[in-house]
């Protein structure tokens, strides 16, 4: 077995979903007493989002760049950023360390294209929803991004600053977030890609009838493949 390293605390509560999501899953293939062998490197959110609010995107480059030295340093034979945002430097990390990067917009690429679908809406932040970092990686597969419109957008990024990532769940944000699926699924959204970690933890299936892609699951999912292939 491969030991996985995992880049959280960006927020902690979908990085404790990760390592629980990962666990579960090596234990359901390998049975017995079996887990995953892990390196976690934990960030303070608080140093990411000060180097935001500077515009100071090397920066928080160089604080992935750090932590993923020091944990394949210490042995990690993969890296696993456990957030859909920071895969905005994903190909330039990838060129600066010596072990793969399982990159969630490609896994989520990939596992949308198994199901057939050609239109997807993409939920997250405002980098994710309006760069091109993600997307592109489901245009390569031939499938379409509808993002919400500007205002929708807005309230999606406030919600996951301000609350999600602080640990608050309230019914009026979910609420909007089904109001802005819906008209993802007037404009031919056959599915909804929700490309923040934090998001899963408001919304789930049961809130909506058109599938959600629950892209924490999937990159999880796609750690614990790479960890027992030979």
Same mark, same amino acid.
């Given at each position: 077995?491969?030991?996985?390293?995992?880049?959280?605390?960006?927020?902690?509560?979908?990085?404790?979903?990760?390592?629980?999501?990962?666990?579960?899953?090596?234990?359901?293939?390998?049975?017995?007493?079996?887990? $995953?062998? !892990? +390196?976690?490197?934990?960030? &303070?959110?608080?140093?990411?989002? @000060?180097?935001?609010?500077? *515009?100071?995107? =090397?920066?928080?480059?160089?604080?992935?760049?750090?932590?993923?030295?020091?944990?394949?340093?210490?042995? $990690?034979? !993969? +890296?696993?950023?456990?957030? &859909?945002?920071?895969?905005?430097? @994903?190909?330039?990390?990838? *060129?600066?360390? =010596?072990?793969?990067?399982?990159?969630?917009?490609?896994?989520?690429?990939?596992?949308?294209?198994?199901?057939?679908?050609?239109?997807?809406?993409?939920?997250?932040?405002?980098?994710?929803?309006?760069?091109?970092?993600?997307?592109?990686?489901?245009?390569?597969?031939?499938?379409?991004?509808?993002?919400?419109?500007?205002?929708?957008?807005?309230?999606?990024?406030?919600?996951?600053?301000?609350?999600?990532?602080?640990?608050?769940?309230?019914?009026?944000?979910?609420?909007?977030?089904?109001?802005?699926?819906?008209?993802?699924?007037?404009?031919?959204?056959?599915?909804?890609?929700?490309?923040?970690?934090?998001?899963?933890?408001?919304?789930?299936?049961?809130?909506?009838?058109?599938?959600?892609?629950?892209?924490?699951?999937?990159?999880?999912?796609?750690?614990?493949?790479?960890?027992?292939?030979?």
């Amino acid at each position: 077995m491969k030991t996985i390293g995992l880049i959280g605390g960006t927020g902690y509560l979908s990085t404790i979903e990760y390592y629980k999501i990962i666990n579960e899953t090596v234990h359901k293939k390998l049975g017995n007493l079996n887990f $995953a062998k !892990c +390196i976690l490197y934990s960030l &303070n959110y608080g140093d990411i989002d @000060a180097l935001n609010q500077k *515009d100071d995107m =090397k920066g928080v480059y160089n604080l992935l760049l750090d932590a993923a030295t020091k944990i394949t340093e210490s042995g $990690a034979e !993969c +890296i696993v950023l456990c957030a &859909n945002t920071l895969h905005y430097f @994903a190909d330039e990390l990838q *060129d600066n360390i =010596k072990v793969p990067l399982i990159n969630i917009a490609a896994e989520a690429a990939a596992y949308v294209k198994r199901k057939q679908l050609s239109t997807v809406g993409l939920l997250g932040t405002k980098q994710t929803m309006e760069q091109d970092f993600y997307k592109s990686k489901l245009n390569e597969k031939g499938i379409e991004v509808l993002v919400p419109d500007a205002a929708a957008r807005e309230f999606i990024n406030n919600t996951i600053i301000n609350e999600l990532l602080a640990g608050k769940f309230r019914n009026k944000s979910k609420e909007e977030f089904v109001d802005i699926i819906k008209r993802l699924e007037r404009f031919g959204a056959e599915g909804i890609i929700m490309g923040c970690t934090e998001i899963p933890l408001l919304i789930g299936q049961e809130d909506t009838d058109i599938p959600l892609f629950n892209t924490l699951i999937i990159h999880a999912q796609a750690a614990v493949n790479f960890a027992l292939s030979d």
